[in-house]
């Protein structure tokens, strides 16, 4: 993943454990756009890749 992406990590599982997100896989990847709204949810590298592609 490029190195300007932020990533975060969950150390108590918060966001599991108390169903914060609708998370079906640890790691999950979300695209936001600038607005932070949801572009891409619970989708694969290549499928955010192409996206990412397309936008440029």
């Known amino acids: 993943m490029p190195s300007e992406w932020i990533?975060?990590?969950?150390?108590?599982?918060?966001?599991?454990?108390?169903?914060?997100?609708?998370?079906?896989?640890i790691p999950t990847l979300y695209l936001l756009d600038k607005d932070k709204k949801v572009v891409l949810k619970d989708t694969w590298f290549a499928?955010?890749?192409?996206?990412?592609?397309?936008l440029n």
Do not use: G, H, M, P
């Open 7 to 25: 990533n975060s990590y969950d150390q108590d599982v918060a966001l599991k454990e108390e169903e914060i997100y609708d998370l079906k896989a």
């Open 47 to 54: 499928q955010l890749e192409y996206v990412l592609k397309q």
